[in-house]
Structure formats: C-alpha cells, structure tokens
C-alpha cells in the first residue's frame, strides 16, 4: 500500500511560491499559469491552485489544459455519474479507480466525495471542491481544473464519455491530498474507499472464503459493502489466459443465481475491471461466452448482461475463485449509506476517538502489571442476527482501531484488541479483573494503519481493550464499533480511584526539541531565495537548532553526508532539495527520535551501545529481527560498537524510508515487491 503524506499542506507565508524547477516537467503549461496572478486567479479570472504538487511527474511532455481547451462541450457529470466513468490512464492507480467505480454504485455516497452543483456554466471560476474522510472528519480538498494532457488527450483517469470531467478531477484532488499523482501508484482499494465513504475495510484471502460464496457475499451487498478483487501472482498488469490481469485492482458490483433454460441454477459473479475494457474471456464472458446461449433473454435482462466489451463481465463462482485471491471489503454504516427508500441495511456504527498517554492510558500489552489503564469500550449485544440459516443465537459485530497521523508522525505501533466478558452494562476491568478472565476474542500484534475484526458472540455485556505492544508507548486512536441496530457502544467509566501512585498519573514529558512551528523563523533564515533548504543549508540550520538548547554538543557529529541523506530520503519532488512541508515533516521525525535516543542514552555519553539499539527501535515503532540487527552493527556502528547522536538519526530514516517504500510497492499485502530497473536505480541510488 502507498503509504504517502497526508498532512495538511501549509497556508500563508510559509508556503513558497513554486518555481519552474519545482514544476518540473509540467512547469511551462503552470508557469503561463503564474503570471500576474493575484489571489490565485490569472488575468482571465480562472483560479490556479498554487499548492498543488506538480513536479512529481517523470512525463516530459505534459501540457496542462483546461477541460473546455480539451473539449469545447465539456461538462462535469453527463447523464449521472456512473462505474463506466472512470477508465485508467498511465497511472498504476488503478486501486483508487476500482474504489470509485464501487463508489459510483451509491449516489448518496459519490454525492458526499463530489458535491453537486458544480459545473463549466454559470459561475464557473476554475475552481472545484470535493471531500474525503480522514481520521473521522470530512475534509474538503480545493483544486483547479488543469489537468496533464498528451496530444490534446487526457493522460490520467478519463470518463468513456469525452465530455465528462467529475472522474478526472476528483482523481486530481485525491492526488493532492496523497501528495502529488505520483502518490497514487500503487496501493490497496480499500485505503482509498476508506477515505471516500468513513467505511471500516476487511480484507480476505479468496481462499478461505466460505464455500458458499454466494451467501457470504450477498449479505455484504445487502448492507452496501464495496467489494474489491485482485491476482497477485503474476507480473504487473500482464494478462493470464483468460484475459484477467495480475496485480490489478477489479471492483465486485453483484452477485446473482442464474436459471438456465434447462432449469440448472448457476452462481455467477459480476466484476469490473476499472481501465474500461480487458475482460474475462473464459466462460460466461461477455462477448464470446456460448454459456449465454443457454439462458433466456428475459434472464438475461433480469442481471443486466451487456454484451459489450465495457470493462464489467460475468464469470462464475469457481473462475472467480480460481482466478483472484484477494477480496477488499468496506463496511458501510448508516450516517454514509443512507439514501431514502433504500432497502439496505447497513451496520450501525459508534466512534470514538481515543490516545494511549504514556503512564496515565498506556498500559501495554495484557501480560503487563498495567493492562488496565489502557482505554476500555463497552459493547453491549441485545439484539440477535436475522439469519435463519444460523442455528447459533449470536450476534454479529465488526470492530476496527486505527491509528491517527502515521504518515506525519511516521511511527506505527503494534497493536492488539481483546474483548473480555463484562460483569454488567456499566463494568470496568480492573487489574485484578483482568487477571481472573480469558478474553473471548483477540487479535495479536499487527503492525497496520488500522486493524480489523469480525465476531459474533451471545447476547451479553462485553468490554473492548486496545492497546499497544509495549507500555507507555504514545499514540492517537479511532476506535470503531459496528453492529447491528439494536446493540450499541460505548466509552466505560473509569473509577475515580485505581490504586495508582501519583507517580505513575504524571502526565508525559514535552520534546526535547522545539515543534516544527517554531523552527519557521530558523527554516527562513537558512533557506534559499526560492524558500528550500538544500543539505548544505539543512546542516547549518540543524547546527542551530539542536547546538542552541539542552543538546549542545550533539550537533557536532553532523555532518554535510548526513544531511544530503536527509534530503534524499524526505524529498518527495526529486529536486534535492525540501520545502516548508516537507521539513516539517523531517522535524516531527527528529523531535521524536531524540527524546527516545535520549532516554536510552543513560550514561548521557552522546552515544548508544549495540544492545541498547534493538529496544530504542522498538521504541520508534521500528520492529527489526536479529539479523537487521547485526546489518545494522556492521555498517552504522562506530568501531566501538557504538551508534552516535547522528548516526542514529540517519538509521532510523533510512530504515523508515526504506520499510515505507517496500509497502507502497507490495500492493496486495503479500511481502514481496516487484520493482523495475529504473525504480531499483533510484531506489539505491538516491537515498
């Protein structure tokens, strides 16, 4: 999965205007853009996004356009916005195109991501809005409407219909808060429908799906799931002989039983391939598939076959099965998935955002003397499932904990979620309850963005515990709570009272070092004209920084190679060089490692010994077995076995950097990655 910036891009003053280097190889189509700007508008009064990353492209002959100066009788939606809309370009985003097509199954949900009402006619200004889910809020993300051009042809996403835009310019506004079209190579579905519908994502292996997969999947299109599908086995968007593509994200719009005119019911699956074309060939295939033959045209009808090489075809259950082996579900509740007169019905959903605080609700693990303080949630389930094929009087429920800022904070903790029976509607665990219980259901360690399970359990009171791998280990969180109406959840009281010292409720230290905001004046004061600070700049201005406070003496073991590392691994744009944002997100990172390189520094020698090494990277949310270990002793160590103040600020990038690459290309989850010659080049060559 891509895992990319999704921080907030910085307003005001601190925010450099882009130069042509910046732009890239976009820059003469944007440059034009710039001149005699004023407010953001150009002298025709159309407005142009100064903060949009252009220069992440690697096409040099791009021209940015207008979607009139593309097609005169442009329009943003033509006839409603529907899956056949949306049709792959050059991008290997085809993860995100997959979650749009799903989207676009749902009018009230497409309509909350693409607002209505917008339009090339009466008050066109140039400017477009749309909105996507992050951390429990819906965000709105601002764009022009210049989109990359070849010839005069869209290069990125297009609509089948060439007058069509809503499709493209949504995919540009998911570019800018992903941090440039570049970001969207590669990655899971389920990220992206997640950030367009607040859904809770579960992924499957095809394999140990229920055999009858006709009643696993009807239910979940009953409650408006959107369902997701690749092969990960083969090359990159290379055909197997039945026309399916490897490593390629499809989306699963139905499911139905088809009656034969010999009176034989067959299972079929209906799956769209989001490039628009490249079906299924094997049987029940659209265009070729003589198993059609044998079914009525009122059948027909009746499941909507076309036969037209759309990108959408039927295939059955077995081929389903034989040919894909991962399925991305997204779980929608009622406040997303509520348009009037629907019959379905989805989950209802609690949420609640939540923190671990180190030595006040940072308990760590359930083997640890402090497990209780960690948050608890209770889960009360009354109301039983509605499955007259379940002999159990259960209840279904699905619980997902996500981590908040992991790209800006670039720590990812492990987490764990147990739930234990409750003694009544208003329990909370202590201790020594604790001790006394087997929780009833547990997830393990799982080193995620977010974590996720489905349960069912008899009617009764539960309690709901997430926590981290370790004690006192700081972190945000959203705790979410699906269930079926009638059951609810929520936060349990804690006693006013839990035994605990005065000590152990002190609240955590602040930084060591000062926050990126107030190093603004530092970062202008070093920086080049053009607002960026190269590594000869970053040197003199982190000398500043860290030699002017409690760390004086520290900086002197950087250097001008460290910096040009720390340049190389935080530059998103390629440019040697970073901007306001990208430095802030570089400073978040060395706030952090340091006050943890500080705390393992006991003896305060300005340096840690090897043994101290393995738990500090712990400590960093960096989990590393035995033999990165003894890698990282033979070529970061100084010959004393000893990683310096420096050092371990260069290591602990480069590893971060390094594991983040690894999974923004392994783009179904399977631990292996695929890379060409080039990308292996930059790789090795530019860090």
Known sequence: ???????????????????????????????????????????????????????????????????????????????????????????????????????????????????????????????????????????????????????????????SNKAE????????????????????????????????????????????????????????LRKGALINCANSQGPLEQKNKFGILFRHAYSLTGVEKVKTINGNIVELVRVHNPWGKVEWEGPWSDMGGPEWCQVSEEEQWRVRRVKKEDGEF????????????????????????????STRRPWRCALYHGS???????????????????????????????????????????????????RRTGVQLNLNLHIYQARSESSYLSLLDLAMLQPVISLEQNQRREVLFRG?????????????????????????????????????????TDGKSPTELAPSTESILPSAATTLQLFKKHCNSKRHCRAAEL???????????????????????????????????????LDWEEFQLFWEKIRKWTDIFVTFDKNRSQSLEYIEISPALTAAGLWVDEFVIELIG????????????????YLLLKLDSMIQKFHSYDMVGMGTVSVNYRQWLHMTMYN
């Open 1 to 159: 999965m891509s895992d990319t910036n999704n921080s907030e891009p910085a307003t005001g003053d601190e925010l450099p205007e882009p130069s042509a280097q910046q732009l890239g190889s976009h820059g003469s189509r944007y440059q034009h853009c710039f001149t005699n700007v004023e407010n953001n508008f150009t002298d025709d009064r159309l407005f142009v996004d100064h903060t949009f990353p252009t220069g992440d492209s690697e096409q040099p002959d791009l021209v940015w356009r207008r979607p009139k100066e593309i097609c005169p009788s442009a329009q943003f939606i033509v006839d409603g916005a529907t899956r056949m809309d949306v049709c792959q370009g050059i991008l290997n985003d085809c993860w995100f195109l997959s979650a749009v097509a799903s989207l676009s199954l749902h009018h009230s949900l497409l309509e909350r991501v693409v607002p209505a009402g917008q339009s090339f006619g009466k008050g066109y200004t140039g400017c477009f809005t749309f909105r996507f889910w992050q951390y429990g809020e819906w965000q709105e993300v601002k764009i022009d409407d210049l989109l990359p051009t070849r010839n005069g042809q869209l290069v990125y996403l297009s609509s």
């Open 539 to 577: 040197l003199s201005l982190l000398r500043e920084a860290i030699g002017g406070g409690v760390l004086a003496g520290y900086e002197k073991g950087l250097c001008l190679e460290h910096c040009k590392s720390f340049v190389a691994l935080m530059d998103s744009n390629g440019m040697g060089q």
């Open 634 to 649: 033979l070529r970061y160590t100084e010959p004393d076995m000893t990683v310096s103040y420096s050092g371990f600020l």
């Open 314 to 341: 039927w295939m059955s259950v077995a081929d389903f099965c034989q040919n894909f082996e991962i399925m991305e579900v997204c779980h929608l509740s009622e406040d997303t998935l509520s348009a009037p007169g």
């Open 165 to 220: 835009f809503w499709s493209p310019l949504l995919e540009k506004a998911y570019a800018k808060l992903k941090g440039g079209y570049r970001a969207l190579n590669m990655g899971f579905p389920h990220e992206a429908m997640v950030d367009m519908t607040g859904g809770v994502a579960e992924v499957f292996s095809v394999a140990t799906l229920p055999s009858d997969l006709v009643g696993f999947l009807q239910p979940l």
């Open 356 to 406: 671990w605080v180190p030595f006040r609700s940072a308990g760590g693990p359930p083997r640890g003397g402090r497990y209780n303080q960690n948050p608890q949630f209770h889960l009360t389930l009354l109301e039983e499932d509605d499955d007259p094929g379940d002999p159990e009087l259960t209840c279904s429920f699905l619980v997902a904990l996500m981590q908040k800022h992991t």
């Open 456 to 496: 069912r359990l008899a009617p009764g009171h539960y309690i709901i515990i997430p926590s981290t791998a370790k004690a006192n280990q700081e972190g945000e969180f959203i705790l979410r709570i699906l269930t079926e109406e009638g059951n609810k959840a929520m936060p349990a009281d804690k006693p006013d």
